[in-house]
């Protein structure tokens, strides 16, 4: 029995055309093919990198620097502050005391624990009150600091509390009289060390 070759040929697909599944196959893409090595990073990154750790170190340096001079202020103006109270418990009985047989020298001596403008005002009241009572009474006032306290200083300026008895002795006390006083007393620091800026009673 011979077979018709136009039936086989029924079964087969027309020259020219494809299944679907067999074009969507053809058609995908090959799968990229991904490069050995990395893309190196951008020059700009890497700068500002650098740019930042710069930065940072000079931050930290100036905090440093800035920690540092605060402590060595706080110190100069502590040893400021116990220079001041030290010449404000010395200064004070060489201001306050005087002896009418050596009033000139004592005079001299409260002079050089003042500042220039201080000693202009000492040198007035000298003339007008302590020398005429010194020596129309024969006075010996003598002052002794019994207590001090600092209340504020820095390596310019300070200011002392200082507690103190004044004794006097004159022609016309029948005994020593000792007065209590508590006044401030404010320093400069000049070319010659702490001086007497002014002395205020309380």
Known sequence: MTTDPRALDEHAPAAGTEEPEQLAERDQPDAAVEPRNPPAAPPRRGRARRLAVAVAVVLLLAAAGLLAWRSWTAAQDERAGREA?????????????????????????????????????????????????????????????????????DRDEASVLLFANQTTVTTE??????????????????????????????
Do not use: C, N
């Open 85 to 153: 109270v030290e010449v404000a418990e010395k200064a004070l009985p060489d201001v306050l005391s005087y002896d009418f047989a050596d009033l000139d020298d004592d005079i001299a001596r409260a002079r050089g624990r003042l500042t220039d403008a201080f000693a202009a005002e000492y040198d007035e009241l000298a003339a007008k009150t302590i020398r005429p009572t010194a020596e129309q009474y024969k006075a010996v006032v003598s002052a002794e600091v019994l207590a001090s306290s600092l209340e504020s200083a």
């Open 173 to 202: 006390l029948p005994a020593p009289r000792v007065d209590q006083s508590r006044v401030r007393m404010r320093l400069e620091h000049t070319a010659s060390g702490w001086k007497v800026a002014a002395i205020e009673p309380l």
